[in-house]
């Protein structure tokens, strides 16, 4: 309808520009109130916050309108649309590809831009507030921009088109393209509040605190649903592309891990300085490496500057995302050198075993992690920039050197939650850490019983028992102290939350390492067998309509149920896409892909079977950590702001505190 | 000494610190510095080159089956000059040259030393690739490649790539993307009068 | 808090025998399960170790077991006919292809020249944060030593009220 009227592109891009404009009043105003301290300039940043996030809404709306309706004048609409694309991977379309997805990233930001400036609007007066709320103006303004400029999602297409290719074929195989697009955008985007707030604390100096216990909460919500985000990628990897894994360090996936790794690394360092005020530098530093990471890993998604499943075209979208980039971090760097003495704690870290010590080790240690990933995804570009010739880093690089710090990061998971802060007595720890190192012990035979092998994956199981006996000696003694209220809050929650990040590992290790594979050509009636199981043909199954034809086998496995692996070849496409199938249970996957050619009519089919061990423990461990996360998020004891655990910060100039 | 230089003393220590931390600021600030020159020099062009190390040596056994099931043998071919062009029907670049090849073949029935020019198909369907030489013309011979060990032996992951192999079986040239009649026909030139000298 | 009663049973149990003990039993099991043999054990699984260790030569970064691209199906398939015909080990199918399509398809760079970076790098950033942080806490264990005599309280003191109360602000 709008689209006949030929307005559905100029309404959406209308929408755009008032974004835009309430962006940067919003930011002006916020600039001016404070300047001149004028509390109804400062008052209307509200206002404009609420107009940019509007008109984020209507643009946003307007796209999917537009591509609910096929609006085929769009050129956006002409690249990802399609008339024979079912409905909903037509609504998830939009953010399939790179216009569409700056415009959901926008989108988020806006709301939360609004969300912080509601928040607030009774603190709005104070300096801290209205810079951090400059800060987002400034962010949103960066991103209006990319929409208005190089990644234009309402930019008209040739005239005349009736029909479109569709979203890329793989993005239209499961539900999940619902959910992992978005959960992942709103942890990346919902960083920007915490950064935002450190900015304003180091612009006002006010390095106490109280900034940071304000976006505690926020930090946390994000790190989840980035966490989430992560791991549902993972579980479309591996039940969707049909390579049986469910991390391939592709830089796509890197450049999510990235921030994920500083988000972890901060939101653990964070509590040393909620309770003595130390590490306050590494926390800031952390906090800006993470939400410059987000736009990093944007930009070398986005500018096709590296190439992988995700990346989605070629654009001019490069050098903006690599100058905001390249702002963020000098105006970030300026302010934590200026700063710099503020800065200083009065505490310093008694001894390398206490909790401080431990988390300061688990910031050094993430932050090598960090830099492994990010070298290891940027190499090959510093090798064709300086020596003009292509290389590749990939798995092997990253397995190799992320495994010993996994180990390590366990290790530090086995003895940080029974470490007290300050000081620490070896007598105190091997009471605390007695059983659950018996625990890991335990682990150990039991998988070595089993037939286990290697040394890698056997130290992860020890490890992971181990670290398992901690945690859960944690929420014992929580549980027993507080009844119900000892599942949740920080402590509790977090070791939840280690739980199943231990799970995750150790069913990392074991599918790593343990995943049998053998290629089967099955005969119809004729059972062949594989790994302690059969399979046997049953028949073929297929199907084609508008938009693919697919073909499936019936593989029967151990006589009982029928798994119908599939091969799906996209019409407007031209490409293959095949679809495992997989049976599961809590000891093993047997992970079944159909292997081209198929011959129909020859009555035999090639399978590829896979046995992977303990997967189902790696979703396990996944809903723990989004469980563990959400129970962090309740209060625990009950904490008074002027409860004497946190530390005074001894202003330099003033006598005041926070 | 008195408070003022006490004073001095503590300041100095505290100097001595701050410089500390704007040196690590300072150093971060150059890594990060250098990183920008290295991502805004490198740029999202296709990078291939048209080198290999099949070029001047013999060419890889090539033994397979035409579109029209004939029998296909590149040892067979000895004494002629071979042109190889890897062809998908849905490679866009591929459909975009193939005018220019079919202006080249045709050329080769009035000149000396006619070159043989052969498709090489991988991972396409025989319907597509019928249909497309039936209705954009083209009539040599469509060499099979299912399972691309073809492509494998001369390293050619994308199409469309086209190879000159010379009358002894060595390899010449290797062009990676799509060509032109004019540029076909002036390397073929040059390659055979080098041969001729040998 | 756990058994801070001094039963004399669990005394005993936490004591350093049994600790020595577990770290005996630990190492003999690790020492079993590490020793015994492991690696491909079907022609499919040595066709996966060694298309995880090439690279698509047209995704920039997949691995040739992960995609389904079509130069990767088809050295997949090269390494599954070598490895059935069985006439060269893994270095050599990696070699061969390696040849064919240069250096680009290996996943990892060798360790020679400027690539070998990649490896010096992540490690000497491990030995230096390694170093920094046994310094830092040396140092900090050195400052605990330090005790503020009486004369530096009353300088501070004396010193904080002359200066000027100044408050946050800011800086524009």
Redesign the interface.
């Known amino acids: 309808m709008l689209g006949a009227a030929g307005i559905g592109g100029p309404i959406g891009r209308a929408f755009l520009l008032v974004g835009l404009v309430g962006a940067l009043f919003g930011f002006v105003s916020c ?1 001016m109130g ?2 001149q301290k004028d509390e109804k300039v400062l008052r209307l940043s509200l206002r404009f916050a609420t107009l940019s996030a509007v008109s984020a809404v209507g643009a946003f709306v307007a796209m999917e309108y537009a591509m609910i309706t096929r609006d085929f004048s769009l050129d956006y609409i002409q690249k990802v649309g399609s008339r024979s694309t079912p409905a909903l991977y037509n609504f998830t379309a939009v953010w399939s590809a790179l216009e569409g997805s700056i415009l959901m990233w926008l989108l988020a930001l806006a709301l939360m831009t609004a969300w912080v400036a509601w928040r607030y609007r009774a603190k709005v007066t104070d ?1 801290l507030v209205a ?1 951090a709320l400059a800060t987002m103006f400034v962010t949103a303004f960066f991103f209006f921009l990319l929409t208005i400029g190089p990644a234009n999602p309402f930019a008209p297409g040739e005239s005349g088109v009736t029909d479109g290719p569709g979203p890329n074929p793989l993005l239209q195989n499961h539900i999940l393209v619902l959910f992992h697009p978005p959960i992942l955008y709103i942890g990346y985007v919902g960083f920007t509040i915490p950064f935002a707030f450190a900015i304003g604390a180091l ?4 390095l106490g605190e109280g900034w940071l216990l304000e976006t505690r909460r926020w930090a946390l919500f994000s790190w989840g649903f980035l966490t989430f985000g992560i791991v549902l990628g993972g579980w479309w990897s591996y039940e969707v ?3 049986s ?1 469910v991390w ?4 796509v996936e890197n450049a999510s891990l990235l921030p994920w790794i500083t988000g972890t690394a901060y939101i653990h360092s964070v509590l040393v300085q909620e309770r003595r005020g130390m590490l306050r ?1 590494w926390n800031l530093s952390l906090l800006v490496a993470t939400f410059s990471l987000t736009i990093l890993g944007t ?1 070398l998604t986005r ?7 995700h990346a989605f075209s ?1 654009s001019d979208i ?1 050098p903006y995302l ?1 100058t905001f980039f ?1 702002i963020v ?2 105006v970030s ?1 300026v302010l ?2 200026w700063r ?2 503020r800065l ?1 704690s009065p505490g ?5 075993m206490s909790r401080e ?1 431990a988390f ?2 688990n910031n ?1 240690l993430f ?2 992690f960090a ?2 990933v990010l ?2 995804t ?10 003009n ?9 990253f397995d190799s ?1 992320a495994t010993p710090i996994g180990i390590v990061m366990l290790f530090l998971m086995c003895i940080a939650p029974v470490l007290p802060w300050r000081k620490a007595s070896t007598e105190l720890l ?3 850490l ?1 059983w659950p ?2 625990c ?2 335990a682990a ?2 039991v ?2 019983l089993l ?5 890698e994956p ?2 992860t199981f ?1 490890l992971g028992g181990f670290a398992t006996g901690a945690a859960l ?1 944690q929420l014992v ?1 929580a549980t027993r102290r507080q009844k119900w209220r000892g599942l949740v809050g920080r402590a509790n929650g977090g070791m939840i939350v280690h739980i199943g990040v231990i799970m995750i590992s150790v069913a990392l290790a074991a599918s790593n ?1 343990y995943t ?4 089967l050509t099955l005969a119809k009636g004729v059972p062949a067998s ?1 790994g302690g199981h059969t399979f046997e043909l049953k028949g073929f199954v297929e199907e084609s309509d508008a938009r693919r034809t697919s073909i499936k086998v019936d593989v029967s496995i151990d006589g009982g149920k029928s798994y119908r692996p599939a091969i799906h070849k996209f019409t407007s496409m ?1 490409q ?3 679809t495992p199938s997989v049976k599961s249970s809590w000891s093993k996957d047997i992970y079944l892909t159909l292997e ?2 198929v011959k129909p009519t020859s009555d035999e089919a090639k399978i ?1 079977v896979f046995i992977k061990p303990m997967m189902t423990w790696m979703w396990a461990g996944g809903i723990l950590m989004a469980i563990g996360t959400v129970l962090s998020a309740f209060p625990g004891r009950r904490r008074r702001p002027t409860d004497p655990v946190s530390a005074p910060v001894p ?1 330099a ?3 005041t505190s926070l | 000494m008195n408070d003022r230089e006490n004073l001095a003393v503590v300041n100095v220590a505290s100097v001595a610190r701050s410089r500390r931390s704007s040196l690590i600021a300072a150093a971060v600030g150059v890594v990060v510095a250098l990183f920008f020159v290295v991502l805004v020099v490198s740029s999202p062009e296709d990078r291939e080159t048209a080198a290999s190390p099949l070029l001047g040596n013999p060419a890889p056994v090539v033994k397979s089956t035409t579109l029209d099931n004939a029998q296909f043998d590149l040892s067979r071919r000895r004494g002629s000059w071979v042109m190889f062009n890897f062809f998908n029907s849905t490679c866009v670049p591929c459909r975009q040259e193939h005018p220019e090849l079919v202006a080249f073949h045709e050329a080769q029935t009035s000149v000396a030393t006619p070159t043989e020019l052969y498709s090489i198909i991988n991972d396409d369907s025989d319907n597509a690739v019928r249909a497309f030489f039936d209705a954009n013309n083209g009539d040599w011979p469509k060499v099979r490649d299912d399972d691309g060990s073809i492509a494998v032996a001369f390293g050619v992951a994308k199409v469309p790539e086209t190879w000159i192999i010379d009358p002894n079986g060595f390899v010449r040239m290797r062009f990676i993307g799509a060509v032109t009649k004019d540029l076909l026909t002036e390397k073929v030139t040059e390659l055979q009068a080098a041969f001729e000298g040998m | 808090m756990g058994s801070s009663q001094a039963k004399p049973l669990s005394a005993r149990l936490k004591s350093w025998p049994m600790w020595m003990f577990m770290t005996i039993v630990t190492v003999c099991l690790l020492a079993v399960g590490a020793g015994r043999e492991s690696g491909p054990l079907t022609q499919q699984e040595r066709i996966d170790v060694i298309t995880k260790r090439l690279a698509c030569p047209t995704c920039d970064g997949e691995s040739v077991f992960v995609s389904q691209a079509s130069a990767a199906v088809n050295i997949k398939n090269e390494v599954a006919r070598q490895v059935a015909s069985g006439q060269r080990n893994d270095e050599q199918i990696v070699a061969y292809i390696e040849e064919r399509f240069g250096g680009r398809v290996l996943l990892v760079p060798r360790a020679t020249g400027f690539d070998s970076l990649v490896w010096v790098l992540p490690v000497s950033v491990l030995v230096c944060s390694v170093a920094g942080l046994a310094a830092a806490f040396r140092r900090w264990r050195r400052e605990q030593g330090l005790v503020p005599s009486d004369d530096d309280r009353a300088m501070v003191a004396r010193l904080l009220a002359e200066e000027p109360e100044d408050h946050d602000e800011v800086p524009w």
């Open positions: 600039v404070m300047r300096p810079t612009v006002t100096g006010r592309l049909g390579w894994g391939a360090w592709d830089p530098v930009f500018s096709g500057i590296l190439n992988s499943v070629e490069g690599l390249a971090v000098v760097l934590i050198g710099g003495d200083r310093i870290i008694d001894s390398p010590g300061l080790a050094v932050s090598v830099f492994v070298l290891g940027v190499f090959p570009l510093i090798v064709e920039a300086l020596q010739r292509q290389i590749v880093v990939g798995e092997p690089f050197l091997s009471q605390r007695f190192a018996w890991g012990v150990l035979a998988a070595v037939g286990a092998t290697g040394l056997l130290l020890a000696r003694l390492s049998r594979s053998q290629e594989f031209g293959n896409v095949g081209p050619p590829k202003s100039l003033t006598g």
